[in-house]
């Protein structure tokens, strides 16, 4: 998939699996090279790289996945490294269990090379983080990567690894994939494969992978959910909506077309997400609120407000809501921009873009859809099998198109000042 700004200088993990199974390359070799840009790199894309010596010890199973180095989200647990969920201010855990979603990969072939850096708490949708250093994006520099799987996205475009893992709540898999230029997967909510991964609302957390194409996406992916459905066969339909987007693009696969808006999200549903995510800190915030960084003070001192009866209201909404899309939805798929604003500059105070930015993901967090972002070009839609078909069809004709690009803030303050700017902005 060609895209401005370079190659990251891997092969693709289908490639990298076929190289190591045929006996060609060393099972370690690639995740060697990875770990050397790792460690030479300085955009924070990594708080954990996994020590040289403990990576020569690492047996590479045979699989899909086989010598594909991966880095893993600092939310999910891998045995031995550290589990910070971003922030230094509370104790880091050592989990002698490794998450189950992390575990299928390993046992697919995958070598895990580090913990990639995040938006403390997986709260936050520019992965700037005073503790570990805010993540520089490796393809628009300047701009933030997106979050919350900011390290996990850019890790991906500059090469550090093949595939990644990270977490979706309202899109944060997503939302980076179009800040990065790489490919994010959010699927349909599985509980399994949040074992081991540290929540954020639990009723609306996934796992999902990036890759730099859709082919390897899917290959990450189905070594995660292994036993899916094969893409259907039949004529697909598709609502196109949003600027910047190509209906004709779509007609021309042979898709049914229509232009139409989105399903709208009610905004009393989203005390759904505000309520869940404050119990995770509730009580540890009532004791300390200077242990989190500012940001999340701003956005903890809103969602703590939200009561457990409004809670249960929204609750009773998002089921009727469900229903109402539902019963009127007469498309396979909705098809729109990943994100629902200019890539904000590294000066940015993140409370002040993170509605917009997320304005075109969250609902499909609440309607537990599939949702593949393939840079700012967002395929979502109820079946899994649907989105992953129109996903691969888009790939196979057209590559990486201006479909994909999103568009960039203007001035953004010079690269690293970020960090310096989120401590001192007033909440």
Not at 49 to 71: C, F, I, S, W
Not at 160 to 172: K, N, R, Y
Not at 216 to 236: H, I, S, T, V, W
Not at 338 to 352: F, H, K, N, R, S
């Amino acid at each position: 998939m060609s895209r401005p700004g370079g190659d990251s200088g891997l092969p693709s993990a289908t490639v990298i699996a076929e190289l190591v199974s045929s006996g060609m390359v060393d099972p370690l070799y690639f995740a060697r090279k990875c770990a050397a840009r790792i460690a030479a790199s300085d955009g924070n894309e990594v708080i954990t790289p996994v020590p040289p010596g403990q990576l020569e010890q690492v047996r590479v199973m045979p699989g899909p996945l086989a010598g594909v180095p991966v880095l893993i989200k600092d939310m999910a647990d891998v045995a031995g490294l550290p589990t910070t969920c971003g922030s230094a201010r509370l104790p880091a855990t050592r989990p002698a269990r490794t998450a189950l979603a992390v575990r299928r990969w390993v046992q697919a072939g995958a070598v895990v090379v580090g913990k990639a850096n995040l938006h403390a708490f997986a709260w936050g949708v520019t992965s700037q983080n005073p503790d570990f250093g805010d993540v520089a994006n490796p393809r628009h520099p300047g701009h933030v990567p997106g979050g919350s799987s900011g390290g996990s996205a850019a890790g991906v475009a500059a090469g550090l690894c093949s595939i990644a893992l990270g977490t979706d709540t309202g899109g944060s898999a997503r939302m980076p994939a179009a800040c990065c230029g790489v490919v994010g997967l959010k699927p349909r909510r599985s509980a399994a494969l949040m074992a081991g991964v540290r929540p954020l609302a639990p009723s609306l957390d996934c796992v999902g992978p990036f890759a730099r194409t859709v082919a390897d996406c899917l290959l990450a992916y189905r070594a995660l959910a292994p036993g899916g459905q094969d893409p259907p066969r039949r004529k697909l339909s598709v609502i196109v909506s949003g600027d910047g987007i190509s209906a004709q693009a779509w007609a021309d696969l042979g898709v049914a077309v229509r232009i139409a808006d989105p399903p709208a999200l009610p905004a009393e549903i989203l005390d759904i997400f505000a309520f869940e995510a404050a119990e995770q800190h509730r009580q540890r915030f009532a004791e300390d609120p200077a242990r989190y960084g500012r940001d999340f003070q701003q956005k903890m001192a809103g969602a703590i407000q939200v009561s457990p009866e409004a809670y249960q209201a929204a609750r009773a909404r998002l089921r009727s809501w469900r229903a109402e899309v539902s019963a009127g939805l007469d498309a396979d798929a909705v098809i729109c921009p990943t994100l629902g604003a200019p890539v904000p500059g590294t000066d940015v105070w993140e409370p002040d873009v993170r509605e917009h930015l997320g304005a075109h993901c969250r609902a499909h967090n609440y309607l537990d859809w599939a949702s593949l972002a393939i840079g700012n070009l967002l395929i979502s839609g109820p079946s899994w099998p649907d989105v992953a078909r129109l996903a691969g069809l888009f790939e196979s004709a057209y590559g990486w198109t201006a479909d994909c690009e999103p568009a960039l803030a203007a001035s953004p303050a010079p690269p690293g000042q970020g960090a310096e700017l989120c401590s001192s902005t007033p909440s």
